[in-house]
């Protein structure tokens, strides 16, 4: 008996940077399809390629606003993701991480994939989209103040298959009031 899943994830990006979609299967024998809703190849689109079974937009542009599913299938089971794409014209991405700015010691560049595209890939951060002096790291230093609240987007220029290319991530660096929890 085969066993059908179907999920939905919305996704904000941002014109004219990289980003990327992932079906959430992991596993050495799992096939991995994509589409554009309804039933669209997605071999006519411009700046869209697959690479690993993840969906890659090189760069992400206005007219790739609209809905992509990846079906996976793993024997008998298969498992539909549907997403929820829209591009919108903004400098800094909205925030997709969380952190509270009273656990953490570091704010890291949680961008993975292009790293491993491009592991001499040069990083620039923004704290509430205004530059950030400093040098080319993916760590930032948090010194645990409520000065350090804000939303913190790391800016990183890469080179994939011989074009250079940008992608970005932003963490919204919270403090909990004194009281809460208690």
Not at 34 to 61: C, H, Y
Not at 148 to 169: D, I, K, P, R, W
Request: aromatic share 10%.
């Amino acid at each position: 008996m085969e066993m059908q899943m179907t999920q939905r994830r919305s996704e904000n990006f941002v014109a004219g940077l990289v980003f990327n979609l992932q079906c959430n299967r992991n596993g050495q024998n799992v096939s991995v399809s994509w589409s554009r809703v309804p039933s669209q190849s997605l071999g006519n689109i411009t700046g869209i390629t697959i690479k690993d079974n993840m969906l890659w937009f090189l760069p992400a542009e206005l007219v790739h606003s609209g809905e992509y599913s990846c079906f996976s299938r793993n024997g008998n089971e298969t498992q539909e993701m549907i997403f929820e794409v829209s591009v919108q014209n903004e400098t800094c991405p909205l925030m997709n991480r969380v952190d509270d700015v009273k656990s953490t010691e570091e704010l890291k560049c949680f961008l993975p994939r292009v790293f491993e595209l491009d592991p001499g890939a040069q990083v620039t951060w923004r704290k509430n989209c205004h530059p950030l002096k400093g040098e080319n790291r993916t760590v930032v230093p948090v010194n645990r103040s409520d000065k350090m609240v804000g939303l913190f987007t790391c800016f990183v220029n890469f080179t994939f298959e011989g074009l250079n290319y940008s992608a970005a991530q932003t963490t919204n660096l919270y403090s909990l009031p004194p009281d809460f929890g208690k």
